[in-house]
């Protein structure tokens, strides 16, 4: 079993900077991919990023591309989710989850966080 846990949410203004954590443990964790997925309110859940288990290949969504970073420190198995520039309609609840690939599609992943808050308002 694989236990993902999200943190770094909160609420900042637009043209702000925030980053997301995702703490993973549970065996072979760094042999994972990980993907970060978000849903706002009244839509559908929408992929964002993902990184392959290795980090040296990533793959994000057109709307976040050029503002979003993901990465991984496999010593720490933790990913992260560095935000820049945010929008308004980046708001939404972030998921973390651990994957076969770096897929785009939210079938590919097997264990989910719970998520964590982000908003962003003046």
């Known amino acids: 079993q694989v236990q993902v846990i999200e943190s770094g949410g909160g609420l900042v203004q637009p043209g702000g900077s925030l980053s997301l954590s995702c703490a993973a443990s549970g065996r072979a964790v760094s042999t994972y991919a990980m993907g970060w997925f978000r849903q706002a309110p009244g839509k559908a859940r929408e992929f964002v990023a993902a990184?392959?288990?290795?980090?040296?290949?990533?793959n994000y969504a057109d709307s976040v591309r050029g503002r979003f970073t993901i990465s991984r420190d496999n010593a720490k198995s933790t990913v992260y989710l560095r935000m820049n520039s945010l929008k308004p309609e980046d708001t939404a609840i972030y998921y973390c989850a651990t994957g076969r690939g770096p897929s785009i599609q939210g079938a590919s992943y097997d264990f989910w966080g719970q998520g964590t808050q982000v908003t962003v308002s003046s």
């Open positions: 990184i392959n288990w290795s980090g040296d290949i990533t």
